[in-house]
């Protein structure tokens, strides 16, 4: 992303409509923390004015929601000209040791194996949870760690125990309806039945979600197929690029852009990607500008065309009927979902389409949680202030599941929960659906 990237920025008039959407101006109140303030910042940058520690701290204190552009009425292409001026910037503000070893780690598959398997480990443990929880909501950065490595746990209380009485509710219903034996066979327990395939889709897994929410990619995949519709593995796919791009390493993102292009289209030419992950989708789908003048081009733009969020794929396909889940589940709606790839009512229509689940309101739910990537690394303080009111406005709704469709914001607001002692689980939506088939 280059010049043409700033071209959307000539729009602003400097109204002022995006300061009380900007999450990072709403915690600091500081002008040049706001989307306003740091277009001036850019223009500065553009006419000419050098890039000093300043202008680079505000800069990349932005956590990219992109909330702004909803609310500007001018239009103004926000998105775009902080990535492309975050990457002028990386030179005279380099990012902190953290975000540096993470870029350095999830760029290469190879890099990941040992660091989840180290994870997956310490998660078993019991020990993150254990220390997030004792150590409470101003607990030391190492700790707020640690209770995002636990908020990525596959089985946590409220969840666990719905799931269980689904399924026994499912084995009940399954044997009182069992045809006579020999003449056919019933669904077991917690299985999910499965309709034949008329559709594949090819899965992106990520580095992230790969790494950590396998569970979720488990349930992705069962999803799909009680709706008919078969998950095609890709080998070769790398990391999208977006924990890259966010940090202005626009090399690295254009690098890890091209991998994926050719793996999708080596393994399954012309066929829906599927992503159960907001912010790789939102970069999935501008690989067609991240690419642009490059020899993929062309194939970046026909790529991106065939990218869809999971919400999107069952909302268009029904989705097929589930069984009853006795649940309150509020949804928050991840930035990148709903900001950038204005995905809004599909994730809402799934999970309205779960018997006994009730959906209950939540405060500000499109806005930012203070995830944004690596921003929870390179801006701790900050992030755990954006933060804040969501985790009031959770403990106002009552909701028993928070469910949110981004690795970052699952970590990030379970992290939160179980600091505050807040009793509530944070799932995936198609994690609740999983259940609800199952029963």
Excluded at 228 to 247: N, T
Excluded at 285 to 290: I, T
Excluded at 357 to 385: F, M, N, Q, T, W
Aim: include cysteine.
């Amino acid at each position: 992303m280059s010049t043409p990237s700033f071209a959307g920025l000539s729009r602003c008039v400097h109204c002022g409509f995006c300061l009380p959407a900007c999450p990072t101006y709403g915690a600091t109140l500081d002008e040049a923390d706001s989307p306003r303030g740091r277009i001036v910042l850019i223009r500065a940058i553009l006419a000419g004015a050098g890039i000093d520690e300043i202008i680079a701290f505000h800069l990349d204190r932005c956590l990219g929601c992109r909330a702004c552009e909803g609310v500007c009425p001018s239009g103004v292409s926000y998105g775009p000209a902080i990535e492309a001026a975050r990457a002028r910037t990386a030179a005279v503000r380099p990012p902190p040791p953290p975000v540096a070893a993470g870029l350095w780690l999830l760029a290469r598959p190879e890099r990941q194996r040992l660091l989840w398997w180290a994870s997956r480990l310490a998660r078993r443990t019991g020990i993150p949870a254990l220390l997030a929880r004792r150590a409470g909501a101003d607990a030391p950065a190492l700790v707020r760690m640690l209770g995002m490595l636990a908020a990525t746990s596959p089985a946590v209380s409220r969840v666990r125990r719905e799931g269980a009485r689904a399924e026994r509710r499912g084995s009940l219903a399954a044997r009182a309806t069992a045809p006579p034996q020999g003449a056919g066979s019933a669904v077991g327990c917690g299985a999910v039945t499965r309709a034949a395939p008329d559709d594949t889709v090819a899965l992106f897994r990520g580095c992230v979600m790969d790494g950590l929410f396998g569970h979720v990619h488990d349930a992705t995949i069962r999803v799909l197929a009680a709706n008919g519709v078969a998950a095609a593995e890709v080998p070769g796919q790398v990391c999208c690029g977006a924990l890259a791009a966010h940090a202005g390493r626009d090399d690295m993102a254009r690098a890890l852009a091209r991998e994926n292009v050719l793996a999708f289209d080596a393994a399954a030419p012309g066929a829906t990607v599927v992503t159960n992950s907001a912010g790789c989708g939102a970069m999935l789908k501008a690989y067609g500008e991240w690419l642009d003048g490059d020899a993929l081009a062309d194939r970046a733009r026909a790529f991106a065309a065939r990218v869809r969020d999971i919400s999107e794929v069952l909302a268009e396909r029904g989705p097929a009927p589930a069984g009853e889940l006795r649940l309150r589940v509020a949804y928050d709606a991840p930035c990148h979902l709903h900001h950038v790839q204005h995905v809004a009512v599909q994730p809402i229509s799934i999970l309205s389409a779960v018997p006994g689940l009730e959906l209950v309101a939540l405060e500000d739910a499109d806005r930012c949680c203070g995830s944004a990537g690596l921003y929870s690394l390179a801006e701790p303080d900050l992030s755990r202030e954006v933060l804040a009111p969501k985790l009031r406005a959770i403990a106002a709704s009552g909701a028993d599941v928070v469910a949110t469709g981004n690795p970052g914001c699952l970590m990030q607001i379970g992290a939160g929960a179980l600091l505050a002692g807040l009793d509530v689980d944070v799932r995936h939506p198609v994690e609740l659906l999983d259940l609800a088939y199952r029963s």
